[in-house]
């Protein structure tokens, strides 16, 4: 194999091992055949492959993709080896019949991996990325999966961000979507992060895709993405969210408990003006200064209240953190053709950001006497992302905010998932997704002529089921004439509530039975999420399959229903 002008490789060559996991961006393998930094003392590195799925190459920027993978290039080789070990930096672009169809990462270091345990018992063992997203969650859930992270080290792992931020702002690069599922923990050494899907990042004002945001990790409404005032703003949420145990909050009170200066920190941090924002260096040296005056490690978690299974489990709680620390061998880097003895004169690293469908299963509540439906609050919009450069100038982004310029086909396949991962571990499955009419005569008649106002003419469906057939998920995308349709659509829906809406289940199967005739589920706990993007309205709905009130419930079917949403649209 020859490298190709720009450090391309040609896909051909790859040699593709198991797949890792799949997205809304596409899909990640593992590659056989290649390694980066071979020449170092452990071997070098595994080979991940990122596919972008195929609608959005029009919209892809093969020139900011380049200019990612000649970054390495152009930095100093201490600088450089230290981007390949604090992120997944993009090693090289791959190219498929001459056009680009991805990029090689390095796979992530196994110290930001854990020994995943399912709290019902199932997959127990499994190796799992340790993203942030975990910490988010109450002690007692994160200690029995695996995890233990006390205050301390919490504190530790966000002065490193911060340290990382601003060397990486220095360097010219904005992260943007800067959120917990796009961070990993170390799990043994010193409290460290690694930061994952980097072809997301702004580098010099070009962004390879346009700039997106997760929902409850926006910025402030009109203020430019991928910035460092920015990324600020969102390191000020992770700090909030992850002393707190909160997915959503945005209140500083744990913080400021914590560390009044940390406290007050985060609500500069989250002022809605950028200047008047600290810098992540303030951040980093604040961080470092509260961290020796907090407990080393949080106490012992009681039993996870949510479930039986968890409670008859008999996990104990995990050993705390390592105190070994982790010395990586650095060398240049040089990516390497093992089965065809070909070496590709390129330097890179990064880390892969996906993992495979895991056996977590949520707990099976027994079902009690009726309480009433909880609904989550709608989740705000994500704001309709704008490119910063653009390689074929005759796609526009902005085409998908009307009717008549967007080309999405109206399929399952184009705008739902096939698989999804939710915060709590557990894989949902697509077990149907069609297309049909809009509105559907099942749902409620104020619902009904809510929708057609707002110009729904067709819609597209589709449920999911866990592997342990617990929790059946529903998803509705919905295509509205343009943008502005699907804002004042959302806003129009708010009154309504997720019993409104129709319940859609597979023909046949693990969640079927919840259609059968004179089946109630309005009093069972279930979740929904509402947003829009573009054009399409988007709803989600989770719920047991055996229709229990516990309210315990309640916190898998949200992170079921919210995961679902996040996952689906254009």
């Known amino acids: 194999m020859n490298a190709t002008p720009g450090g391309a490789v040609d896909r051909g060559a790859l040699v593709l091992d198991r797949r890792l996991g799949q997205g809304g961006q596409g899909v990640v393998h593992r590659v056989a055949n290649l390694r980066i930094n071979q020449a170092a003392a452990d071997g070098g590195w595994d080979v991940v492959y990122k596919e972008y799925a195929p609608a959005l190459l029009p919209d892809l920027d093969a020139a900011a993709l380049t200019a990612m993978v000649d970054l390495l290039d152009e930095l100093s080789g201490d600088e450089g080896r230290w981007l390949c070990e604090k992120t997944a930096w993009p090693a090289a672009v791959v190219r498929t019949e001459g056009r680009v169809s991805g990029f090689l990462m390095r796979a992530a270091p196994d110290r930001f991996r854990f020994d995943f345990r399912s709290l019902s018992g199932a997959g127990s063992g499994a190796r799992r990325l340790a993203n942030l997203e975990f910490l988010l969650n109450d002690d007692a859930y994160t200690a029995g999966i695996g995890l233990t992270v006390g205050e301390r080290d919490r504190l530790l ?200 469908p895991v056996t977590t299963r949520p707990p099976t509540p027994a079902p009690t006497s009726a309480s009433p439906t909880r609904t989550p609050a709608p989740v705000t919009p994500t704001p309709t992302p704008t490119p910063t450069r653009t390689l074929t100038p005759t796609f526009d982004p902005g085409s998908l905010d009307s009717a008549q310029t967007d080309r999405t086909p109206l399929t399952a396949r184009a705008l739902l998932p096939a698989s999804f991962t939710d915060s709590k571990g557990v894989t949902y499955t697509r077990n149907s997704g069609s297309t049909g009419d809009c509105p559907d005569d099942s749902m409620k008649e104020s619902l009904q002529a809510a929708l057609r106002k707002a110009g729904c003419d067709k819609q597209v469906v589709g449920t999911y089921i866990d592997a342990s057939a617990r929790i059946a998920v529903a998803v509705w995308v919905i295509p509205l004439p343009d943008a502005q349709a699907a804002d004042q659509g959302k806003q129009a829906l708010a009154e309504f509530s997720l019993t409104d809406w129709s319940l859609w289940c597979p023909t046949t199967g693990p969640g079927s039975q919840l259609c059968d005739r004179g089946t109630d589920i309005r009093s069972a706990t279930q979740s929904g999420y509402r947003m829009n993007s573009h054009r399409y309205l988007l709803q989600s709905r989770a719920i047991y399959i055996n229709l229990t009130t516990d309210s315990s419930a309640e916190e898998w079917t949200n992170a079921a229903a919210y995961a679902a949403i996040t996952e689906a649209g254009p």
């Open 157 to 356: 792992l966000l002065a490193d961000l911060a340290g990382t931020l601003d060397r990486l702002h220095r360097i010219g690069i904005g992260v943007g979507d800067l959120s917990p599922k796009n961070l990993l923990l170390a799990t043994t050494g010193p409290p460290e992060c690694f930061l994952i899907d980097c072809d997301a990042m702004r580098l010099r004002g070009a962004s390879v895709l346009p700039q997106a945001e997760t929902p409850d990790w926006q910025l402030p409404a009109g203020e430019e993405k991928a910035t460092p005032a920015g990324d600020v703003h969102k390191l000020a949420l992770l700090a909030v969210r992850l002393i707190a145990r909160d997915q959503v909050t945005t209140d500083p009170t744990a913080l400021t408990a914590l560390s009044p200066d940390l406290g007050e920190l985060a609500r500069r941090s989250l002022d809605p003006a950028p200047a008047r924002r600290p810098s992540p260096a303030e951040w980093a040296e604040c961080l470092r200064a509260a961290a020796p005056a907090v407990p080393t490690a949080s106490a012992a978690p009681p039993a996870d209240p949510a479930s039986d299974d968890a409670a008859s489990d008999g996990a104990t709680a995990p050993q705390g953190r390592s105190k070994s620390s982790f010395v990586a061998p650095v060398v240049f880097v040089v990516l390497v053709l093992v089965l065809l003895a070909v070496m590709i004169v390129r330097s890179r690293g990064a880390g892969d950001h996906a993992e495979g």
